[in-house]
């Protein structure tokens, strides 16, 4: 086999994590933004019958109806569930334009998600870190002859 088909091969292998992660993301990320506001439903059908603009605040809530809406905010279009849905967007597409998803993302999100992680264990922090990895795993394959980590 020659050097280039083992190199197509083992990018196959990386690229094959890294979509993995992908999809991850994408699936974290519509949780957050689709599934997240279905269980405050009465909350957002509230915050839209009294007007968009402005009807959610930043500051120390005083009441328990400015308490929730704040809360269902943050659980859906205020959390970190739209970027991390785009950002696995763009690494399925780039895994299917044959594009290197580079490693440095997956140890940017493995940092962040292991602070999530440790701050709030019984959250869905886990699998970001199992992105992250994924990521990393992904690079190091797609980046070496035989997908085999550099010695």
């Known amino acids: 086999m020659e050097l280039t088909e083992q190199r ?3 990018g196959w292998r990386g690229a094959r994590s890294t979509r993995i992660a ?3 993301a994408v699936a974290f990320g519509v949780v957050h933004v689709v599934v997240s506001p279905l269980d405050v439903r009465d909350t957002w059908s509230q915050a839209v019958a009294d007007g ?3 009807t959610f605040t930043l500051e120390k ?4 109806a400015q308490f929730e809406r ?3 905010l943050w659980i859906s279009l205020g959390s970190f569930g739209v970027p991390v849905l785009v950002l696995g967007c763009y690494i399925v597409w780039s895994t299917r334009h044959h594009q290197r998803v580079p490693g440095w993302i997956g140890w940017l999100m493995l940092g962040w ?3 999530l992680a440790t701050a709030v264990p019984a959250s869905p922090a886990w699998a970001l870190l199992v992105c992250g990895g994924l990521i990393v795993l992904g690079d ?3 980046s070496r002859p035989n997908g ?3 010695a």
Do not use: D, F
Not at 61 to 64: F, R, V
């Open 140 to 142: 190091g394959k797609s």
């Open 22 to 24: 992908g999809w991850i």
């Open 70 to 72: 704040s809360e269902a």
């Open 61 to 64: 809530s005083a009441t328990l």
């Open 148 to 150: 085999l980590p550099a």
């Open 52 to 54: 968009w603009w402005n």
């Open 113 to 115: 998600a292991l602070l």
């Open 8 to 10: 197509a091969a083992s």
